[in-house]
């Protein structure tokens, strides 16, 4: 079973300009999520989908994020503009089911610095 | 502060001994959840035990929960080098669904 993809694995830019991660999850899972992970933290829920519905997204900057996931499959994070305060790995899951704090798969992440 | 924080903040010992990691949190919850993450790696889902459970075992690993003092802990025995790396608990709480809070880890590193 191939498990959840995130591209880039690494991205470099400047203060101001815009960036956009990419995950693809397990096929058949229904959940996707959206991390942020700063060094020495653990992850911070950014955003929850349930199918291409949002569910949580209580804890995104809504004045500089944004989050999509069409035809309830892959998902793109946005940011723009970055600031310096957003350097951290953005790590994607998935996981089958929608309820109860099912077991989640990550991604190897994307880490980002802004300079 | 944190849902989920775990103790010690490091821990190094010696390839062969036991590791032992705690977890205390401040709600109730549906369930709690140990993830490990290797270094630039991400998040590997190690076990999981519900409110209504008290301990749970997968090969060398034994996780203790104990509801009434809001806490857990997770025993890897007979350490490898291997097993170096951050360990991460995480609760799924009745009010907010499937969300999973993170604490800020335990870094183990293992000796050869």
């Known amino acids: 079973e191939a498990g959840v993809a995130q591209s880039p694995r690494y991205k470099i830019i400047e203060k101001r300009q815009s960036v956009a991660f990419w995950c693809n999850p397990i096929s058949g899972h229904a959940t996707l999520y959206w991390y942020q992970q700063i060094l020495g933290q653990g992850p911070k829920l950014l955003i929850q989908?349930?199918?291409?519905?949002?569910?949580?997204d209580s804890q995104l900057p809504k004045d500089r994020f944004s989050a999509e996931r069409l035809k309830g499959v892959d998902s793109t994070l946005k940011i723009q503009p970055a600031k310096l305060e957003d350097s951290a790995v953005y790590l994607c899951a998935s996981s089958w089911g929608t309820s109860g704090g099912n077991e989640q798969f990550f991604g190897p992440g994307t880490r980002l610095t802004v300079l | 502060s944190q849902q989920g924080e775990e103790d010690p903040q490091a821990l190094s010992i010696q390839e062969g001994e036991n590791a032992t990691m705690n977890c205390s949190y401040k709600t109730s919850i549906n369930n709690l959840q140990w993830y490990r993450q290797n270094s630039g790696r991400g998040l590997v889902h190690l076990i999981l035990?519900?409110?209504?459970?008290r301990e749970k075992h997968s090969g060398r690993l034994r996780v203790t929960l104990d509801t009434s003092k809001k806490s857990s802990s997770l025993l890897i025995t007979a350490s490898r080098a291997a097993d170096t790396a951050s360990y991460f608990c995480a609760t799924a709480n009745p009010s907010s669904g499937s969300r999973l809070t993170f604490g800020e880890g335990t870094q183990l590193t293992v000796n050869p």
């Open positions: 035990i519900r409110s209504n459970e």
């Open positions: 989908f349930q199918n291409n519905g949002v569910v949580d």
